[in-house]
Nanobody, 121 residues
């Protein structure tokens, strides 16, 4: 059974940092494009970042220069390093696996259950 599990969310003050992790069972993450999405209350799910099977990365304009996506192949995990967090980064963060990077959620076949990130003073 294919499964993605996110971890690392929590409560952090503005300007703080968190590292989210997306771990997989049932398949090798290196063979998938992995996207990070987020959904705030009352808003649509939006792509934050993605790393392709070839290692190319992309970021939403709102997080460029603050977030970094990376693979840890040995642990079959993809991380999202989030720095200089802002109030508007508060959301449930999801990782998803697909064939290629896309900002269209239906291009992703596998989803985790999400992890809450709350930025608050």
């Amino acid at each position: 059974q294919l499964q993605l599990v996110e971890s690392g969310g929590g409560l952090v003050q503005p300007g703080g940092s968190l590292r989210l992790s997306c771990s997989a069972s049932g398949f090798i993450l290196d063979y998938r494009a992995i996207g990070w999405f987020r959904q705030a209350p009352g808003k649509e799910r939006e792509e934050v970042s993605c790393i392709s099977r070839g290692g190319e990365t992309n970021y939403a304009d709102s997080v460029k220069g603050r977030f970094t996506i990376s693979r840890d192949s040995a642990k079959n995990t993809v991380h999202l390093h989030m720095n200089s967090l802002k109030l508007e980064d508060t959301a449930v963060y999801y990782c998803a696996g697909g064939v290629w990077c896309s900002d269209y959620i239906h291009d992703y076949e596998d989803w985790g259950q999400g992890t809450q990130v709350t930025v608050s003073s």
